[in-house]
């Protein structure tokens, strides 16, 4: 059966990882159908907007899409894109996993196996009640955590546990300081916890949670955390296992999910064909998962672990001298 996907080609690196991200896909003949929308910069240039109806319409009508990074300017200008999605579809549990990979000069090439799975719709990214004053000297920002925001979230943890033969999920917080809001969070965390008595549950506040993850990572298994902890953490795990060349990420809700690279557009690398695509070629295994071809999605993981193992390909970011589209042919050859 033919699966249709929007595919966004995305901002900087983004169309040169799609490109061999797609390569990669076309090899293992699947019977995807791609349709193209575009989102951020790519999309005002062409649609003088940043995130055209037509796009939106596109990714409802499928349920799936790719997505290649897009800009978000830093300290000014428009809110971010991909924030704006995750509201719009509700896209409510973020899920970055982070494993040890051969060759790829990490501090910990192997042993660890991480799973963090960040609240992706409250907390202080929304940017609700985000204001400055005229003399721009005090800003504020509103933190919202809900009840039920927390209790799906902890739930699609647990969820994802049981479903994937994983044996431990850490609840990371901040409640000592946060008493509201991470209170919260870990008040409904307990309480679905002694739901899943199978699964070991453990509690620890974010700060020693990076700690602990730089010395000693073999302890995690899945991590459930809100929004701003969840991004911080997840690029630290990517640190340890290799870089975020390395490190995909899903955004599942209800009715439509995203999967894309965790990494930005990397500006200071973009055009010049050097982006290592397995983050979003992980991000398309993530996908195949999803659809419900488990098979294909680790055929595709291993065939990048080979890749990997081979060193004839890699991209500059893991030491090697290849490009982009090189890499993705060395992968696609190992299908
Ligand atoms: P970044 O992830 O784009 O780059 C950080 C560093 O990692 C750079 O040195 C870059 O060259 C390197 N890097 C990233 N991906 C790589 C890859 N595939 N291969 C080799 N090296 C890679 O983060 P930065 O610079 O903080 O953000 C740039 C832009 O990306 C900003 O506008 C930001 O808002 C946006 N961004 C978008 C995301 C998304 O669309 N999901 C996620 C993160 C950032």
Do not use: W
């Not at 000592?176 to 309480?191: C, D, M, P, Y």
């Not at 290799?242 to 557009?265: K, R």
């Amino acid at each position: 059966m033919t699966q249709t996907i929007t595919v966004i080609r995305g901002d900087g690196i983004g169309p040169e990882i799609m490109d061999a991200t797609l390569h990669v896909l076309d090899t293992m003949q699947l019977g995807l159908k791609y349709e193209y929308a575009d989102a951020g910069l790519a999309a005002m240039e062409k649609h003088g907007e940043l995130l055209p109806a037509a796009t939106l319409e596109s990714i409802r009508r499928n349920a799936i899409a790719l997505k290649s990074p897009l800009t978000t300017p830093v300290g000014e200008g428009f809110s971010s894109i991909n924030v704006a999605l995750r509201r719009h579809f509700d896209l409510y549990a973020n899920v970055r996993p982070a494993k040890s990979f051969p060759n790829t000069k990490s501090r910990f090439p192997s042993g660890v196996d991480i799973v963090t799975v960040r609240e992706n719709t409250e907390g202080a990214y929304i940017g609700e009640g985000q204001s400055i004053t005229e003399d721009g000297e005090t800003a504020t920002l509103m933190q919202k955590v809900t009840r039920k925001g927390s209790e799906r979230i902890v739930r699609y943890a647990f969820d994802l546990a049981r479903r994937t033969g994983r044996k431990k999920i850490t609840v990371v917080h901040k409640a000592n300081i946060l008493k509201t809001t991470s209170g919260l969070f870990l008040k409904v965390a307990r309480e679905v916890a002694a739901q899943y008595p199978e699964i070991e549950c453990n509690e620890m506040i974010v700060d020693n949670t990076c700690m602990q993850l730089v010395i000693r990572p073999e302890q995690f298994d899945v991590i459930v955390t809100t929004n701003l902890f969840g991004d911080i953490i997840s690029d630290l795990c990517a640190g340890l296992v290799g870089g975020l060349g390395l490190a995909p990420g899903a955004n599942i809700g209800v009715d439509a999910a995203i999967f894309e690279a965790v990494h930005g557009t990397a500006p200071d690398i973009a055009g010049k064909g050097l982006a290592n695509p397995c983050a979003l070629v992980l991000g398309a295994a993530q996908m195949l998962d999803h659809l419900g071809k488990p098979d294909q999605a680790q055929r595709l993981r291993d065939a990048v672990i080979a890749t990997l193992e081979a060193k004839d390909a890699l991209t500059p970011d893991l030491g090697g001298e290849g490009d982009t589209m090189s890499f993705a042919r060395a992968i696609a050859s190992r299908l």
